[in-house]
């Protein structure tokens, strides 16, 4: 280790102080900053590094850990800046190891030196990082073991993706059953490259002390136990605050980091006047966009489901919502009513409860989130990891139905409305919504004092503790 770690001395009240690299996007950023409100307040100290356009861009900054800027290359304008998200992460490559390097050092200097690097596998690079200044390296996947999985065999060259028309099948080691990876990673443009990256998770990965999963043992047992044989997984999700779940942490309001202002008030109020379990809440995270006929089916099988909706569209999204959609809903009353709103609060509307069902595009996030607050799905997957994900909500944890799209690609709205009313309200989906209940205490269970989650971060910050200087 270099000398300035002999020489610096901890603060006394902090053993260790874990310095987490996160991937510029909130769904990255959200997730590390949960967890390492865990590790705070096991009393480990705790800096994030974050990018200088990101910060800027923040409606609101937390304020229970440390956040430090460091640069990716592009200090004004971030990824957008950058043309492509390929682009930036070669960028960030380039350069990031020097600020994260002057970073480490910085703080050093003051007194409070990092002996582990928490990072994103988006962000290979951090791990040589951390073997030159001798500390201890855990790569952090925001997604599950499952997906993690399929890109680990992607890497080894077992499975290609995208599949083609032969391999709709496949079955990869872990699964109890063949998972249809078939629609995994629709192409778009620069999807070749980004699978790239996503395979380069596992490039050096056999040089970290520790692999961190955003995942929970119970949810995926099968495939952490055959990831486990390979690398040192520990599964510590999920990453909801404490609030949702073990209740443990006090004070745990923030939620994290968001460039979109939520209407939260909006939302609530009209959710406090709706009845018990009559909404349908629908929303495709933060970067997904929908062909305009796609919307269009959406708006219409939704009103056809003849349940309230409560829909996030963001505003770069809004122009595609058919003509006078908006206005017709404020004029609505009686059964089918419907909110539009350009953000939520989303885990304050999964927990309402009023909320009956989620309509999503099942990025990881917010998949987690419909499990640790017990809400059944219809999934309506578009790209990336989201088809598989959408896969195991149907199949292997049985909390949801997948709404198919037809050969161009699209959901009609007859398969909308009929997805909706069978998790909402119909006998066939009885077994769907008590599913989604016993998930939910299971993710509980996983985070409070005890559970597989909360002995695998113990375990960690034990190590943690007792390699600090
Ligand atoms: N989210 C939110 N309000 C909204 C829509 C989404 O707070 O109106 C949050 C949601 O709770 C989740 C994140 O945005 O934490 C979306 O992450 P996810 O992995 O589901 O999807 P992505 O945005 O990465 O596609």
């Not at 028309?165 to 079955?171: A, M, N, T």
Request: proline share 5%.
């Amino acid at each position: 280790p270099p000398s300035y770690l002999k020489l610096q001395k901890m603060s006394t009240s902090h053993k260790a102080h874990c310095l987490i690299l996160p991937f510029q996007g909130q769904s990255h950023i959200n997730p590390m900053l949960q967890f390492s409100k865990r590790l705070q307040s096991k009393r480990v100290k705790i800096t994030i590094a974050t990018t200088k356009s990101f910060l800027k861009n923040m409606k609101e900054l937390p304020t229970s850990v440390s956040i430090e800027a460091i640069s990716d290359g592009y200090d004004d304008g971030g990824r957008d800046q950058a043309g492509s998200f390929v682009a930036y992460v070669t960028r960030f490559k380039e350069i990031g190891s020097d600020t994260l390097s002057q970073l480490i050092q910085k703080l050093a200097n003051s007194g409070c030196p990092v002996n582990c690097i928490v990072y994103d596998p988006f962000l290979p690079w951090a791990v040589e990082v951390a073997k030159n200044f001798g500390l201890i390296s855990a790569a952090f996947f925001t997604q599950n073991c499952a997906v993690d999985n399929i890109y680990y065999h992607v890497h080894k060259g077992v499975i290609k993706l995208p599949p083609t028309q032969d391999d709709e099948e496949i079955l990869i080691p872990g699964f109890s059953r063949q998972l249809a990876i078939g629609y995994t990673f629709v192409i778009v443009p620069e999807a070749e490259r980004i699978l790239e990256m996503l395979v380069n998770q596992f490039s050096n990965l056999d040089k970290v002390d520790w692999v961190l999963i955003n995942s929970f043992y119970e949810l995926e047992k099968q495939v952490i136990d055959y990831m486990s044989k390979i690398y040192p997984i520990k599964t510590i999700g999920p990453t909801i605050p404490s609030i949702y779940l073990d209740k443990r942490l006090h004070d745990d309001k923030e939620y994290g980091l968001s460039v979109f202002k939520p209407m939260t008030n909006e939302c609530l109020n009209w959710l406090n006047h709706q009845p018990i379990n009559s909404v349908v809440y629908v929303s495709f995270g933060s970067i997904t966009n929908l062909e305009a006929e796609q919307m269009l089916e959406l708006a219409w099988g939704l009103k056809n489901s003849n349940n309230n909706f409560l829909w996030v569209v963001r505003s770069t999204e809004e122009s595609k919502l058919p003509k006078n959609f908006l206005e017709e809903l404020k004029l609505t009353s009686g059964n089918n009513k419907g909110l539009v709103v350009s953000w939520c609060p989303q885990l304050q509307v999964l927990e309402h409860e009023s909320t009956g069902c989620f309509l999503t595009h099942c990025g990881w996030n917010s998949i987690l989130e419909a499990i640790s607050l017990g809400v059944p799905m219809v999934t309506m997957p578009q790209w990336a990891d989201q088809p598989t994900n959408a896969e195991l909500v149907k199949d292997i944890w049985e909390i949801g139905v997948r709404a198919k799209q037809d050969e161009k690609g699209i959901v009609r709205r007859e398969i909308i409305e009929e997805c909706i009313k069978l998790v909402m309200e119909e006998e066939e989906g009885k077994l769907i919504r008590e599913n989604a209940k016993k998930w939910k205490e299971m993710a509980r269970n996983t985070v409070d004092e005890g559970g597989s989650s909360d002995k695998n971060i113990e375990e960690f910050v034990s190590k943690l503790m007792s390699t600090s200087h």
